[in-house]
């Protein structure tokens, strides 16, 4: 991954410039990293604040030869890959918060957004956009996130390197990625259990359909977050937005 790669100073956001080049008939393993977005996005069409120079804001085309059904499985692979490039990186405790955000300390250092386009029920091309908070300082946040989020460099103590980080994240998602190929989900999903700071807590879970209240018990076989809701039943939340409570 990343062998071809596109590096921008400044675009209104990766994932458009990697969807065009998907479009134009990029390879798989394409990346876009920019040191700057204007128009950075985040899920459920939030903004995400990417400043210049202070952050990892890139996005990888992949081409996977698979089901359309395969995307929330490498949403969550994806956030295993960037969860373990940043600890070995930082030294940054961070976990993940399902399915793929990362927190330090409770607050967020990490956003993933996927795109997938389709065709026939299979994937045509995925676009996996990361954003990680490498170096901001908090006077540099604005205050709307202060309570939410964080950078490694606040966590750490120290500003960290972004070409370094930006490899063990490619160096990571290469092998889990190889892993998948060869074992299926059941590996990854164990890796994702032992990061992640969801299961076993009381989460608060919005869903396009309703609101649940309860406990994360597992992850299943297909990715999906088990939630034990306060009247006993048990709820498998497929995509939602989940507050730990
Ligand atoms: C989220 O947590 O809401 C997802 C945030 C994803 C942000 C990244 S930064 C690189 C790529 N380009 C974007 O516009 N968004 C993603």
């Given at each position: 991954f990343g062998r071809q790669l596109k590096l921008l100073?400044?675009?209104?956001?990766t994932q458009e410039e990697a969807r065009r080049l998907a479009e134009e008939g990029a390879p798989s393993g394409t990346l876009v990293v920019a040191e700057?977005?204007?128009g950075g996005r985040g899920r459920q069409g939030k903004k995400w604040f990417s400043p210049p120079y202070k952050g990892i804001w890139m996005s990888l085309l992949l081409r996977p030869?698979?089901?359309?059904?395969f995307a929330p499985q490498l949403t969550l692979l994806t956030a295993v890959a960037v969860c373990r490039a940043v600890r070995k990186v930082s030294g940054v405790d961070a976990g993940i918060k399902w399915p793929n955000d990362l927190l330090a300390n409770g607050k967020k250092i990490c956003g993933i957004l996927i795109e997938s386009a389709g065709e026939d029920e299979r994937i045509k091309y995925c676009i996996i956009g990361i954003g990680i908070d490498v170096n901001v300082d908090r006077d540099e946040m604005?205050?709307?996130?202060?309570?939410i989020a964080t950078s490694l460099k606040m966590e750490s103590g120290q500003a960290q390197n972004r070409a370094e980080l930006i490899a063990a994240v490619l160096d990571e998602l290469e092998l889990l990625y190889a892993l998948y190929e060869e074992e299926g989900f059941a590996p990854i999903r164990h890796l994702w259990e032992a990061l992640s700071?969801?299961?076993?807590r009381r989460v608060a879970v919005k869903t396009a359909q309703r609101d649940v209240n309860g406990t994360a018990e597992a992850l299943d076989e297909s990715g999906a977050l088990v939630v034990l809701d306060d009247s006993g039943k048990k709820i498998m939340i497929f995509s939602g937005d989940v507050q730990l409570t």
């Amino acid at each position: 991954f990343g062998r071809q790669l596109k590096l921008l100073g400044v675009t209104s956001s990766t994932q458009e410039e990697a969807r065009r080049l998907a479009e134009e008939g990029a390879p798989s393993g394409t990346l876009v990293v920019a040191e700057e977005q204007t128009g950075g996005r985040g899920r459920q069409g939030k903004k995400w604040f990417s400043p210049p120079y202070k952050g990892i804001w890139m996005s990888l085309l992949l081409r996977p030869q698979r089901p359309l059904s395969f995307a929330p499985q490498l949403t969550l692979l994806t956030a295993v890959a960037v969860c373990r490039a940043v600890r070995k990186v930082s030294g940054v405790d961070a976990g993940i918060k399902w399915p793929n955000d990362l927190l330090a300390n409770g607050k967020k250092i990490c956003g993933i957004l996927i795109e997938s386009a389709g065709e026939d029920e299979r994937i045509k091309y995925c676009i996996i956009g990361i954003g990680i908070d490498v170096n901001v300082d908090r006077d540099e946040m604005p205050a709307a996130l202060h309570d939410i989020a964080t950078s490694l460099k606040m966590e750490s103590g120290q500003a960290q390197n972004r070409a370094e980080l930006i490899a063990a994240v490619l160096d990571e998602l290469e092998l889990l990625y190889a892993l998948y190929e060869e074992e299926g989900f059941a590996p990854i999903r164990h890796l994702w259990e032992a990061l992640s700071v969801t299961l076993g807590r009381r989460v608060a879970v919005k869903t396009a359909q309703r609101d649940v209240n309860g406990t994360a018990e597992a992850l299943d076989e297909s990715g999906a977050l088990v939630v034990l809701d306060d009247s006993g039943k048990k709820i498998m939340i497929f995509s939602g937005d989940v507050q730990l409570t």
